[in-house]
């Protein structure tokens, strides 16, 4: 029963009266947004960003964790400097060390090859499926059983949609498990380094200005897309040439001023708005802090091992920033739960959904839901505790790519439709591409630094949380060393050779870590029975619940958004200024002398020559804006946004790109959890600061030529 994506289903069509800024829209929600758009000045008609088929949306990128837009003819996109740096990490040596020097390519024979798991995603269609998954499924069957059937549905979906090798096809689901859609997305598999200017640019202020506003961070890089001369998807080869991007976004160096509308698309990674107050106590009081504990420790053990071996930094200089970045969020996460009881906040919806509930002739229904509800969420919270103590105990790149070699050996004794997703001939490139990476981002000694302070820290938690029998299993600390000495998964080709091997290979191995691999496989399958069983309980449960809040909102006015969930999504907001405390209110934009102010010739406020002769010689050029007398760095606006969106395309009014969202403000990072109109801002690179830099500072002329410029005046500068 698919059906195509013409009009917006039932559920989703509703009366919709946008508060403030707040929504991660579906593209095909677009048209009913009609009045919203235009009321902040939006040209783009809604029906064109709803069309898939057509520009923009035919420009907008997934990296797979991160957005990103063609900006040329020739498949070139802009994304994040972060959302490159992995591809930028991968062609660094400590001699060569593109992170701190940059790199530009001024001709394609020097474009680099991207890190191995660099895929490019570009969404052409979506069909609502919800009927193929869910109709038919029996009320009585247990959890586990649910959320298979659901999965071999969605499995036999994704083969139907994958007969054509050059796609990538997902079913998510939308609302909790209330709706399900498939995407197609073409899959980009050759994808090359064209320029990333160096971190004192990208990365200015480092952790210590991350989610901070003021910002003064240059965070944007250049990739380019190459396929088979037969313009389709193909393994990276030196005969493949760049894709043809047949829709590309025009670069508007006009800029911006306070009060002008923008439109953000991209690939949102996850919001829990629908969440309910014990959830969001769960996080705020157990699950986060220890996170939040986890990464300092995990981060202080990288920098231990690290200390002295400037190879091994650039080596797990990647690995560093993600858990850094991760930790930094989590905290402003808890210090945002700190500000507002968000918690309370959702007791007093809780309890206005509650009194609406009790008028509806279904009421004791619902209280049967939210009963079953409540029970399921506590089982939850226990489980997740036990799979966060099992992530610690196993944290060495080794053991868990043993852990994978294995499971994948044991999968491959099915049919490739019922082996479980993730291990199915689809995902061997993956977990190739995963395998291959540890090449760049690991070292012996550094891994087994990480390991042994991990099992420290996990023997330490809590008793109840360790999975059964996991314990007895686990080495003590002096054993490690020798666990990796008779180990040949530290060699990639040995790695890679595992892949081919059958399961009996496994079992009968004398590799170390390997054998420790396969006496550790009930554990990690009886945790995710576990989580099937829940989940599946979950998904039959939720979606009820869902249908009553989507009611009730309705009722209200109020926006009817899913949460995201990595999918293709478009928001829109205006530049703005905020006033996180009394009497304090910070401007929407930064400029470069604000740089100079920062600047202290040291990591992270350290930046090139190049960057402070320009400032210093005020050579500003056409990117000057008028009213601030010199070249913007970033700006803020009322977007709502989240992880995923970094690289994201911020459009003005007409669709034509005037910056890149890269990060959020401090105040605003529990919008994950619940949006504040007033505090809620996105953190964006002005696009006049990057075409500064790349043509003051790092002279990158073939790529300006390159893409469609559109300048403040015809007597200023020709678009190229």
Known sequence: MLKRILFPSLIIALPLTAQADEGQWQPHQLPLLKSELKRIGIQTPAEKLADL?????????????????????????????????????????A?????????????????????????????????????????????????KARYEGIEKRIKALIATCEQDKAYRCSVPSFHRGMEYYRIRQMM????????????????????????????????????????????RPADPSPENVPLASKDFLTVSAEGLKNGDPILLAGYPGRTNRYKLPSEIRFVRDLSYPRRVA???????????????????????????????????????LLEGFGRRD?????????????????????????????AEMDQLIQADFVLTEQQFAWSVATKSDLLTSAIALHRLAVERQKPDAERESGYQDRDLPFIKA???????????????????????????????????????????????????????LHDTN????????????LTQSNDTLVQLAVKLHDINMSLQNRRKEIDGNLDRVIPEYMRAVIAWKKSQGKPVYPDANSTLRVTYGTVASYAPKDGLVKGPFTTVEGILEKYTGKTPFDTTKGVLDAIHSHRYSVYKDKSLGTVPVNFLST??????????????????????????????????????????????????????????????????????????????????
């Open 53 to 93: 088929n057509r520009a923009p949306m035919t420009a907008i990128v997934s990296l797979g964790g991160c957005s990103a837009s063609f900006v040329s003819p020739k498949g070139l996109i802009v994304t994040n400097h972060h959302c490159a740096y992995g591809d930028i990490q991968h062609n660094s040596t």
């Open 95 to 143: 001699q060569r060390n593109f992170i701190a020097d940059g790199f530009l390519a001024r001709s394609r024979t020097e474009e680099l090859p991207a890190s191995p798991n660099t895929r490019i995603y570009v969404t052409d269609r979506v069909d609502d499926v919800t009927k193929d998954v869910l109709n038919g499924l029996d009320a009585k069957l247990s959890g």
């Open 188 to 231: 980009i598999r050759d994808v090359r380094l064209v320029y990333a200017p160096s971190d004192k640019i990208g990365n200015f202020g480092g952790e210590i200005d991350n989610f901070e506003w003021p910002r003064h961070t240059g965070d944007f890089a250049f990739l380019r897309a190459y396929v088979g001369k037969d313009g």
């Open 294 to 332: 986890e990464y300092e420790a995990d981060l202080a053990a990288i920098a231990q091992a690290t200390k002295n071996n400037q190879e091994a930094s650039v080596r797990y200089a990647s690995v560093a920033k993600s858990i850094s970045n991760g930790l930094k969020k989590t905290k402003g």
């Open 342 to 370: 968000i918690a309370t906040i959702k007791d007093e919806q809780q309890a206005e959904f509650r009194k609406w509930m009790e008028r509806q002739p279904n009421a004791k229904t619902l209280q049967g839901v939210l």
């Open 434 to 488: 995963r395998l291959s990476r540890l090449e760049q981002t690991f070292v012996s000694e550094v891994d087994q630094t990480r390991w042994n302070t991990a099992l420290q820290r996990y023997r330490k938690l809590p008793g109840d949380t360790h999975p059964l029998g996991l314990d007895a299993l686990l080495p003590d600390v002096g054993a490690i060393p020798g666990l990796y000495q008779n180990s040949t």
């Open 494 to 505: 040995k790695r890679l050779e595992w892949m081919s091997k059958d399961l009996a290979s």
């Open 639 to 720: 977007a709502d946004t989240t992880g995923g969106n970094s690289g994201s395309a911020v459009m003005n009014k007409r669709g034509e790109l005037v910056g890149l969202n890269f990060d959020s403000t401090y105040e605003s990072v529990t919008k994950d959890w619940y949006f504040d109109p007033l505090m809620t801002r996105a953190i964006h690179v002005d696009i006049r600061y990057m075409l500064w830099i790349m043509a003051e500072v790092d002279k990158a002329e073939n790529l300006l030529k390159e893409m469609t410029i559109r300048y403040p005046s015809a007597k200023d500068k020709s678009a190229h």
